[in-house]
């Protein structure tokens, strides 16, 4: 069966210092792969998405930026955090044919 | 067009009625509707899901009815229970697999004892 792993849960980070979130997934190849973040109480904004090694899809500008160095890796990056960065950070994946997405637990990430 | 209407934002059922939740869309190339369930500080799960060939489609207590000429669905959950409480998300699917689902902004359900 396929899981998805994301890391760390919480993370506290000051203003200014960068960020990087892992995703990974297990029993699948060749996923799709989606970066959320969600605001308190709020919905889910995607802020990219990759169908293929090295295909990253940016719906959001802002300071972050995403890589897929490998087919089931995904990670979320900033050099340098924004107290607008705090949220709840979620990956997820699909299989591309399908497109029935997959979260992990998230990571809540508070930036002070 | 690519935008999925939800509503109500917040919802409060008292324990044992019926929760209803209604999401509207516009494009008629939307081909799948799952509905996501998030409990709080918990990534969205998948709940229940139907195709625009079928009414209604109804797994124990939750049910998705849906309206193709009204581009309309909705999740009603009979018998609400406590454990419910959550977030609920409904989402559409496009024909392209490669694109992401479009999400609805969500509904936080409170059922009260």
């Known amino acids: 069966s396929q899981t998805i792993h994301q890391w760390p849960a919480t993370l506290v980070q000051p203003v200014g210092s960068p960020l990087s979130l892992e995703c990974t997934v297990e029993g699948t190849s060749n996923p799709n792969l989606y970066w959320y973040r969600q605001a308190a109480g709020r919905g889910l904004q995607l802020l990219f998405y990759?169908?293929?090694?090295?295909?990253i899809s940016s719906e959001v500008p802002q300071n972050l930026s995403a890589s897929r160095p490998q087919d089931r890796q995904f990670i979320l990056s900033s050099k340098k955090l924004l107290l607008s960065d705090s949220g709840f950070y979620l990956c997820?994946?699909?299989?591309?044919?399908?497109?029935?997405?997959?979260f992990g637990a998230g990571t809540r990430l508070s930036v002070l | 067009q690519q935008q999925v209407k939800q509503s109500p934002q917040s919802l409060i059922v008292q324990k044992g009625g019926i929760s209803i939740i209604n999401c509207a869309y516009e494009n008629t190339a939307f081909d799948y509707f799952p509905w996501y369930q998030q409990f709080p500080g918990k990534g969205p799960a998948l709940l229940i899901a139907i195709r625009p060939d079928v009414s209604e489609k109804k797994e124990g207590r939750f049910t998705i009815s849906f309206n193709k000429s009204a581009k309309q669905f909705s999740l009603h959950i009979m018998d609400s229970q406590p454990g419910d409480s959550a977030t609920y998300f409904c989402?559409?699917?496009?024909?392209?697999?490669?694109?992401?689902?479009?999400f609805g902004k969500g509904t936080r359900l409170s059922v009260i004892a």
């Open positions: 997820a994946w699909s299989v591309a044919t399908l497109n029935i997405q997959y």
């Open positions: 990759s169908v293929g090694i090295g295909q």
């Open positions: 989402a559409a699917r496009g024909l392209t697999g490669n694109t992401p689902l479009v």
